[in-house]
């Protein structure tokens, strides 16, 4: 089981659409990590048509995001069925580099509806059986 920090939920039962901005988080003064953490992307609700496709990964020097940098972009599977029940879209280490303090994630695909996302990072990952 991952332990979530308050402080680094990204969003929490946001209801999806084409394309879902998260909550900036601030990861602090240089943006580095001392110990590495993990993207971890759900469906909280199945979707009830379309379906989420990408996440990307941006960070940036100001909250305000006037000039993000894509960090990178992940492509939801194929197989994960976004439509029958809670579904976990994508786990992954998470690639800021020292530099930008602030990080955001953009989820987007083809118009989603009906579902809610919770996104956040955290020291580890979960693994359902």
Known sequence: MAYIDN???????????????????????????????????????????????????????TAAFTAPVTEMSVTVGASVNQTKKAATLAQFYAPIRAGNRYVRLVIAGNAPTGGKLTAYMSSGTAVNL
């Open 7 to 61: 402080e680094l939920i990204f969003c929490n039962d946001v209801a999806t659409a084409a394309s879902v901005t998260s909550e900036v988080l601030d990861i602090g003064l240089g943006g580095a990590f001392v110990h590495p953490l993990f993207i971890d992307v759900k469906l909280t609700a199945p979707v009830t048509s379309g379906k989420v496709e990408t996440i990307t990964v941006q960070s940036s020097a």
